[in-house]
């Protein structure tokens, strides 16, 4: 199944508690909590671009299965990471965070773990 298309951010929990354990300014969490997202993702083999916009912030990052890539983080901070797929699944670890995005029909479900702070996005294709 292909990752590819673009996405609307329909629902998220433990938003402003993420934010604040991430280092983000109360302003930009006032600021982002009630905009919705829309991620485009193009899925080529095990290569991936995935563009994030969100109000008038863009965010792409571009990397291949199983490789070290540089991704940039919600903060704006660019990491080395590897990103790892398992079916309809793909795992980063960035900065002591896990992120898992599963792709369910037309559904992508985005979990971030930050110690015991569970963030959780779903997005439908739109």
Do not use: C, H, W
């Amino acid at each position: 199944m292909s990752f590819s298309g673009k996405y609307q951010l329909e629902s998220q929990e433990n938003f402003e508690p993420f934010m604040k354990a991430i280092g983000l300014p109360d302003e930009l969490i006032q600021k982002g909590k009630d905009v919705k997202s829309v991620s485009e993702i193009e899925e080529n083999g095990d290569n991936f671009k995935v563009t994030v916009t969100t109000g008038t912030k863009v965010l792409v990052n571009s990397f291949t299965i199983g490789q070290e890539a540089e991704l940039e983080t919600i903060t704006g901070e660019k990491v080395k990471a590897v990103v790892r797929r398992e079916g309809n699944t793909l795992k980063v670890s960035l900065k002591g965070i896990e992120s898992v995005t599963q792709l369910e029909g037309d559904t992508i479900v985005n979990t971030m773990t930050l110690g015991d702070i569970v963030y959780k996005r779903t997005s439908k294709r739109v």
